[in-house]
């Protein structure tokens, strides 16, 4: 099966070429109190800030 594809604007994180994710995989997490309304309530947990590494 072919992996997926992620669009994703966050040009500063380390895994991001072109505005596509090139992580393996990437996780997903709740922000704050872990009450999710909207996609403003999640975050990616895989980014790593591209000049940290
Ligand atoms: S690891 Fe997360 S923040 Fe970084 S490019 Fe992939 S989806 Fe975007």
New binding site residues.
Partial sequence: MDKAK?K???SD????KKM????GD?E?KPMGDNTVNTSDGTK?????KETSV
């Fill in positions: 992620i994703c604007s966050v994180c380390y895994y991001n596509m994710c090139e992580a990437i997903v990616c947990s895989t980014f790593i």
